[in-house]
Structures are given as C-alpha cells and as structure tokens.
C-alpha cells in the first residue's frame, strides 16, 4: 500500500483521481482549502492551503508519491496576482516540502494550454517543447508556463518528477463548473452561439484520473505526457451538443480579432467594473487561435493510455447540465484558488 498525496483532490480532477488511488489499493491523503463533497472514511483529508509552508509540510508526512493537482484555474480572477501566487507560488511551496520530505515519486499535472505554438518551436514538438514563461498570451498560462519551469529544473537536478497535461476534461460530476464545463453550458443557454472554430480536444475526465496514474507509474522521469482525447471544431461539438439536448442553435463563425477585441472589452468591464467573471477574456481567445491538435501517441504507447470515446460522456455533461441548470455548486464560498484545475 503506496501512502499518496494529492493536493487539490477535492477538484474536478481530483476527485476522480483520488477514487482511482483508492481503487489501487492506496493510502490517500487530500490537501485542499475545502473538503470533498463526498469523502471515504478511510480517505484522509488535510484542509489547508499550497502556498501555506507548514500546513503542505505536515500533509507531506509519511508520503511517498505525491500528485500535484491544486492550482487556480480560469481565465479570470480579480487580482491577476493570484494566478502566478497558487499556481506558480504554490508548485514552489509543494515541490521544495517534498524534496525536504525525500519522497519517491511527484507528479505535477500542467495543462495543455502552455503547449500551443506561441513562438517559433524550431524543429520541436509541441508535445515537448517548454516554451519561455514571456511568450504566453495571458496571467494565466504565463502562471501554469513558470510552475512547469520549476518541475523541469527539479527533474534535472535529479529530482524524480514525472508530468502529466490535460487537455480539456468533461464529467457529469463537475460540481463547480470548472472552464471546459462552463463553456459548453454557456453555449447550451444561447440560441445564437458566436464563436471561434477552434480546435478542442476533450477528454473524459474518468480517463484523465487513470492517465495521471499511469504516467505515476510507467511515465519516464522528466518525461510530458498528453491526456487528451478526441480533437474536434467547435463547430462539430457546437452540432452534437443541439443533437443530444434537442434545442435548436445556430452558430455564428466570428473572426478571432473580433473575438478578441469584444472579448477583451468584457475583461476591461470585469477588472473594472462589475468585478465578476466574464464570458471571455482576451487571453482565453488568443489560446483558441493557437490552438492545435496535440499527439497522445507517446502516453499510449509508453502508458498504456487509452482514452475512450468523447460523445457518451458528451451527452452525460449535457444532461447533467440541463438538470442541475449549470449552476456551479460553489456559489457563494470562498474563492477556489486552490482547488484542482481544470485545463
């Protein structure tokens, strides 16, 4: 029995990775800033924050792998300070705890969204390149480019780190609406549905949770290795979402530098104005139109990592988002900074 940190585990994610540990027979302790909704007694649970030195220190005791979940996720948060603090800050603050701790294996999960081309690759993959922290188009990826940064100089000093990168997780247990959930909800309450026809890779999120797993186990230290799943248009998901929830739609192609400007007047009014969340940022379209079909040959030939089929839990989300009425189960708490990301 392998004695298991998981923080953010009371995430999206993390939920459905802390069930698959226990499945495997671990011991698993979560640290996160709010419980689980639903927590096994036998599922130890450690309230507290990344970017807290001796609350990460104690959840460390004992531990021989740790998964790296928590993080801020979205395209917007008030203070875009927060961004780099929990997600750059706190990789610092769990990496270093568990260096002193001497554990034997740390898994950092990233995000797709740090991978797309924003600078010339040269004659490398995207799947490996780490392209610089400055030619990220926004807080958010700038946060997530900097915390791989740090893992990647861990790994080449001899610390054994392996990363694991989502793609774009969906799930009928998406309790608040992490940003590939509120997308589609968004698209579902429009009858008119503007859009960019980006590429989007979704994954089920059941399949992800087993992905991290198996790049703990099998994945090469200092090795990336792609979550994802099916990679489609919007467009082609904008129709099957019409199809499964029986409402008549009808999207609208918008060129990205449109998009891009209504999208970065919503932000001005955000940051300034009403101080709540808007439907889209600046840095959330120029993400979309680097967008790219990223390879997940290399986690299912070294992992075994087999993504099933994207429409079932497609249709799941959307029947789970018409019966709850998309709203995020967290309205109302105190801010998810630390729980786990979404992509």
Known sequence: MTRVLVTGGSGFIGQHLVAALHDRGHEVRILDVRPPTALSPDIDFVQGSVLDRAAVDRALAGIEQVYHLAGLPGMWVANKQDFHDVNCGGTEVVLAAAQSR?????????????LFPYSDLGNARAEEALQPADVMPGAYTRSKALAEHHAARA?????????GTPTMPIGPTDHNLTPPTAMLWRFLQQRLQPHINFLVNLVDVRDVATGLVLTMERGRLGQRYILGGECVRLREILRMMSAMSGRRQRPIEVPGRMAELSATMLE???DRV????????????????????LSIEKARTE????????????RDTINYLLARGGRPASAGLERPALSSRAG
């Open 102 to 114: 001497g554990v034997s294996r740390f898994l950092h999960c990233s995000t797709e969204s740090i």
């Open 155 to 163: 790994a080449a000093a001899g610390f054994p780190i392996v990363i």
């Open 268 to 270: 001005y009014l955000a």
């Open 274 to 293: 009403t101080h709540r969340a808007p439907d889209g940022t600046g840095e959330g379209v120029r993400i979309a139109l680097h967008a790219s079909d």
């Open 303 to 314: 992992l075994g990592y087999a993504p099933r089929p994207i429409e079932p839990v497609l």
